[in-house]
């Protein structure tokens, strides 16, 4: 069985091995992912028991029931998720996962390649092991190790790895199921194995691995690794993002972004006094300041709400920044936004409308459901709440809350750190740090 959540280059590459007959007596019984992905696509292509489990802090129990519902020795888990305690207890020794290093050195992480090379190290390897309650600590089945040449790249590294990778869980799996064959080897091309390799390496050529390529595996080595821009190994179209925040938008963008295939998302961070647990929505918690930058394809979505007048967004956009990390702007995929130029750190929520030839700044929140008219001009950290619509040409500043179900009248101006209540009706031009309310909408006391 597999539990998924990328492209399934594991999963293909263990159904050629049956396919083929490399891994004799071996079936995959079921495929089950948390997501729509390449990995399920295919399990569905080529008519394997396969469906959707939704899995994240709060919807554990459906996995487990769908596991146990679930004739099979051995899951391979290549899911982007932390495996509760509850499921690795009921299941210890029968779950395994394959890493992209020689552990311990570089686990818990999802891209452990880089951070190896990063290091300046002279071998790097795959470790195949058991899953227990934690990240990349269980039991260690095999390992293969591979000496880094001065020529070579991260692309060629990583094309080594992926093949010592999967011959590492193929051996695994021979061995479990009593294989005795007499062919041993303990090096296939660069990399030399623990235990060895107990069958005939022959049949692994450069068209065998052209052939998995050819069926668009991003390779779930790559994505775990955090490697999205190899096209020699089929990569991807993800961005890589983590999500800075524990508060309800967080959780609403993970929402969102487990389901999305443009997004493949790496953990949630936040500063190291919010961070009560280890994981937060079902993946790894990281304190920011233990997080670094670690390449350009990776950014983070703040997730920081309307507190100070947005002062705590901005002041955390510039810590963001000063990190190397790309600050990501987010469009939910049923908002329409036409002809719209943004600036960085924006979140458009789900249902919005932004009409042609406006302009976005920086940071702002439009929350669901709200209607900006065309030719609008809104400035920096301002946040629209859900239901709210503004007529064309609306020139909005700086740090302001439109509250939910406000209407707006055309070429209206909104200055700065004003707040207007739910279901205001604004018809004449705002001033700058002023609370508004009803309708026609009237200063009030703050």
Not at 45 to 65: F, G, T
Not at 116 to 140: N, P, Q, R
Not at 189 to 216: A, K, M
Request: with cysteine; aromatic share 10%; net charge negative.
């Amino acid at each position: 069985m597999f539990l998924v959540s990328g492209d399934g280059g594991l999963l293909k590459f263990v159904y050629s091995c049956i396919e083929k007959g490399f891994l004799p007596d071996h079936a995959i019984s079921a495929v089950i992912a948390d997501r729509e992905c390449g990995a399920f696509n295919f399990a569905k292509e080529k008519k394997l028991d396969c469906q959707i489990v939704k899995y994240n802090s709060s919807a554990r129990c459906a996995l487990m029931e769908a596991m146990q519902e679930t004739d099979f020795d051995i899951a391979i888990t290549t899911i982007y998720k932390i495996l509760d305690a509850n499921i690795v207890s009921q299941f210890r020794g029968r779950l395994i996962n394959v890493h992209p290093s020689l552990l311990p050195a570089f686990g818990g992480v999802f891209h452990a390649v880089e951070d190896a090379l990063a290091h300046g190290v002279k071998f790097v390897g795959t470790t195949v092991h058991y899953v227990d309650e934690g990240a990349d600590t269980g039991e260690i089945i095999a390992q293969s190790v591979m000496p880094l040449k001065p020529e070579d790249t991260l692309e060629t590294t990583f094309e080594h790895e992926y093949r010592a990778w999967c011959l590492n869980l193929l051996n695994v799996l021979l061995l479990r199921s009593g294989h005795t064959a007499s062919d041993q080897t303990v090096q296939y091309e660069e990399s030399l194995f623990n235990p060895p390799l107990r069958f005939d390496i022959s049949g692994f050529t450069d068209s065998f691995w052209n052939n998995i390529r050819s069926r668009n595996a991003t390779c779930d080595y790559l994505n775990s690794s955090g490697r999205n821009k190899n096209a020699n190994l089929g990569g991807g179209n993800y961005v890589y993002v983590y999500l800075f925040g524990t508060n309800s938008l967080a959780r609403i963008l993970a929402g969102y972004i487990q389901e999305d295939p443009r997004y493949c998302l790496r953990g949630i961070t936040v500063n190291r006094s919010y961070c009560t647990s280890d994981e937060f929505y079902g993946y790894p918690l990281i304190p920011f300041e233990d997080l670094a930058f670690d390449g350009e394809d990776v950014g983070i979505l703040n997730c920081v709400g309307y507190s100070d007048n947005s002062r705590n967004r901005a002041n955390t956009d510039k810590a963001i920044l000063e990190k190397g990390f790309r600050l990501l702007n987010y469009v939910h995929p049923t908002a329409l936004v036409a002809n719209t130029r943004f600036g960085s750190g924006n979140i458009v929520m789900n249902n919005v409308v932004i009409e042609q030839d406006s302009i976005v700044g920086d940071g702002n929140i439009f929350y669901g459901e709200c209607y900006i008219c065309h030719d609008a001009k809104i400035g920096d950290y301002n946040w629209f709440s859900a239901g709210c619509a503004l007529a064309g040409g609306v020139i909005v500043g700086e740090r302001n809350f439109i509250g939910i179900n406000v209407s707006v009248r055309q070429n209206i101006k909104i200055g700065s750190i004003s707040t207007v209540g739910m279901g205001a009706v604004v018809v004449t031009d705002v001033p700058d740090e002023v609370t508004l309310a009803g309708n026609p909408a009237r200063a009030i006391n703050r």
